[in-house]
């Protein structure tokens, strides 16, 4: 049974930067497009960010934190991380990892098979 588990959520003040880390387990990790999907309270899931299978070059940023985020990939720890800079208030979410097999050039949630529980953000103005 695949297993996906996110860290590194917490509380900053705007502008500041968190570090979110995934690990999975069950699952050949470098097989998989890794992503991080947001939550926020009331809104729809947004896809934020992914990053392809076996690669460390093919990636995705939302409009939204494109220059700001940056997602990047171990593939021989298993582990996904999103580096969060300049945070705004509205990045505040709940932030998902999630496994997948197919790669667009849209960020889909139903492309993805596995997914952790979420980290939070907090970002405060």
């Known amino acids: 049974q695949a297993q996906v588990e996110e860290s590194g959520g917490g509380l900053v003040q705007a502008g500041g930067s968190l570090r979110l880390s995934c690990t999975t387990s069950g699952l050949t990790f470098g097989d998989y497009a890794m992503a991080w999907f947001r939550q926020a309270p009331g809104k729809e899931r947004e896809g934020v960010s992914a990053?392809?299978?076996?690669?460390?070059?093919?990636?995705y940023y939302a409009n939204s934190v494109a220059g700001r985020f940056t997602i990047s990939r171990d593939n021989a720890k298993n582990t996904l991380y999103l580096q969060m800079n300049n945070l705004k208030p509205e990045d505040t979410a709940m932030y998902y990892c999630?496994?997948?097999?197919?790669?667009?050039?849209?960020?889909?949630?139903?492309?993805?098979?596995?997914w952790g529980q979420g980290t939070q953000v907090t970002v405060s103005s």
């Open positions: 999630a496994a997948g097999r197919v790669w667009r050039e849209l960020l889909w949630s139903d492309d993805y098979n596995y």
């Open positions: 990053i392809k299978w076996g690669s460390t070059t093919t990636t």
